[in-house]
């Protein structure tokens, strides 16, 4: 079965520290895809990162970096200089083409709550 | 471009009533995706349609919820008869078929059921 975890669910720095929010998923597939997406106090989910599978190149994206190790079936997330509009919900997902029509349907970790604080 | 939008943002009901939730999707976007997020949650697969076509329909999703896409553009969620339990933010998401295929996501609808 699918399986996303984050193990993390609140996290709070001060300003301009380093942070890590960790992602962990199980799946039975050899193609999948995972996400990264931000949802701040507002309610929208925002798009950050999409990685397929078969690409372990790590990512690097202004202050943010992602961390892809098929090796331990990790997908990290690390906000360097970290500034309080970084505050939010962020939440891992994974899909994979199963179901019906070649549903790709996310499954979501439950999400870790950062809190940057002034 | 215009992203996702969903209409309204926010619905207060009385337990029983039906309600109907509306989503419109990026313009060239042919797949299109209901969830559910309760407080502290992810969001929970509801229903998935491909054009006008749906497709898969999670067990969480009882017979008084029905979804349309009657054209393969917009999409309908209705709610009938609606309990307590049914309070959750409902979000819609589109996505081109492809590839580099990625969900976007409008900004919900919040239900309240009294």
């Known amino acids: 079965a699918q399986k996303v975890t984050q193990a993390q669910t609140e996290i709070s720095v001060v300003e301009k520290e380093d942070v890590t929010l960790d992602c962990v998923y199980e799946?039975?597939?050899?193609?999948?895809?995972l996400f990264w997406y931000k949802q701040p106090p507002s309610g929208e989910l925002v798009f950050l990162i999409r990685?397929?599978?078969?690409d372990e190149q790590n990512e690097i994206s202004g202050r943010y970096s992602w961390n892809f190790q098929k090796s331990t079936s990790s997908f990290n997330f690390t906000i360097t200089a970290s500034q309080v509009v970084d505050s939010a919900v962020y939440f891992c997902a994974l899909s994979e083409a199963r179901g019906a029509g070649n549903n790709r349907k996310l499954i979501w970790g439950l999400g870790t709550s950062l809190a940057v604080n002034p | 471009d215009t992203g996702v939008s969903q209409d309204p943002r926010h619905k207060i009901t009385k337990r029983g009533q039906n309600v109907t939730f509306r989503c419109d999707p990026i313009s060239e976007h042919n797949r299109l995706y209901w969830y559910r997020q309760t407080l502290g949650q992810g969001p929970e697969f509801l229903t998935y349609f491909q054009n006008e076509a749906q497709l898969e329909k999670s067990r969480l999703l009882s017979d008084r919820f029905s979804a349309e896409r009657p054209k393969g553009s917009f999409s309908t969620l209705e709610i009938q008869r609606t309990e307590q339990g049914d309070s959750a933010m409902y979000l819609c998401?589109?996505?081109?078929?492809?590839?580099?295929?990625?969900?976007?996501f409008g900004p919900g609808t919040r239900l309240l059921v009294l």
């Open positions: 998401a589109s996505s081109l078929k492809g590839r580099l295929e990625t969900q976007y």
């Open positions: 990685r397929n599978s078969f």
């Open positions: 799946t039975r597939d050899t193609t999948y895809y």
